[in-house]
């Protein structure tokens, strides 16, 4: 058998094409757009690479984006008192402050700072306290286990008293991924173990998932024989293993691995994420559904 595979890059489009859609609408009826600001803190190669991938792709729905970016010397004194400044501009629906931060500024300070009904990143301690509550409560899931949810809901993979096995417990994939899978709703309803470093048999776990979502950062962690027939596989996992001569480029590139070994799963499960490919590309698209969803509480359409 050879896994369907689940492929966040068609995905991500067909759902920047609706968000396109609804915008547009939106602006025609009501004559606003969603207002995203990202605040970047110094020059981290990566963080410049992230924030303008989500500038590109705010601007390509319409948005109004402000990339404000600050030097590494900024006081965090003047840091709060400029998402304060967001906080109260009616303009922007979502603030977004990319990390990591220099080291003299506390970061949690900083996202507290955050309006939590801006918070679309979804890491305020009220919106985790939100998801947490589920159903109508929830305003912003974070943005990668909303990608995960999306791609297990839009590759028809059913839910409803599923067992899914989420290794990994970290805040911004392992627990609200296990979280938002038990709430009683549309793709989820399912029966939730959570396994970590402390778990004393991981394979016993992994071989029990109808739906097994991987996301501890360690390299091919998940092994072919720990994967049920048929399950549904979504790597969540980001490694770097190496370096490649890119062909279309000629410029040197990372060779990514996820924390499945990828061609041996395939031969066993129904359905399975690349990496690259796979989840990767819904995080910034639900970063933008988060946006224009923060738009619409504020026009009541939600
Ligand atoms: P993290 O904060 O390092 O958490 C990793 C979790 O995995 C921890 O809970 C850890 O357990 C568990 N773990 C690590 N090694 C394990 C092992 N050998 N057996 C069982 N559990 C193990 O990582 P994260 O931020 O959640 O990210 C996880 C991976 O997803 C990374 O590769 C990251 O790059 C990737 N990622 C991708 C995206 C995206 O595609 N958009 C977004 C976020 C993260 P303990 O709690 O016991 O230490």
Not at 163 to 177: D, L
Not at 246 to 271: C, N, P, R
Request: glycine share 10%.
């Amino acid at each position: 058998m050879t896994a369907k595979l689940i492929m966040g890059t068609e995905i991500r489009e067909t759902i920047l094409e609706e968000l396109a859609a609804e915008v547009k609408a939106i602006k025609q009826t009501h004559g606003v757009v969603p207002g995203l600001v990202t605040i970047l803190v110094g020059a981290n190669p990566a963080s410049i690479s992230y924030v303008t991938l989500k500038v590109k792709t705010a601007h390509r729905l319409g948005y109004k984006e402000i990339q404000d970016n600050q030097a590494a010397t900024i006081s965090e004194k003047d840091l709060l008192a400029l998402i304060g400044r967001y906080n109260q501009d009616d303009s922007i629906h979502g603030i977004l402050v990319q990390l990591p931060l220099p080291k003299h500024i506390d970061e949690k300070k900083v996202l507290n700072a955050i309006d939590p009904d801006k918070d679309v990143d979804g890491f305020h301690p009220v919106n985790v306290g939100r998801l947490m509550i589920g159903g109508s409560e929830v305003r912003f899931p974070p943005c990668t286990p909303a990608g995960i949810q999306e791609l297990i809901v839009r590759a028809g993979v059913k839910t409803d008293g599923a067992e899914v096995v989420v290794v990994g417990r970290s805040n911004i994939v392992g627990k609200p991924i296990a979280n938002m899978m038990l709430q009683k709703g549309k793709g989820a309803n399912a029966t939730v173990t959570v396994v970590h470093t402390a778990t004393r048999d991981l394979a016993f776990h992994c071989k029990r998932a109808d739906i097994l979502i991987v996301a501890a950062g360690v390299p091919g962690l998940v092994k072919p024989e720990w994967i049920k027939p048929g399950a549904c596989v979504i790597d969540v996992g980001v490694n770097r293993v190496g370096e490649k001569v890119s062909e279309k480029t000629g410029q040197k590139v990372a060779i990514l691995k996820g924390d499945v070994d990828f061609d041996a799963a395939k031969q066993i499960a129904g359905s399975i994420t690349p990496v690259p490919g796979g989840v990767g590309p819904m995080t910034i698209t639900m970063l933008m559904k988060n946006t224009l969803k923060s738009l619409k509480f504020k026009l009541g359409m939600v």
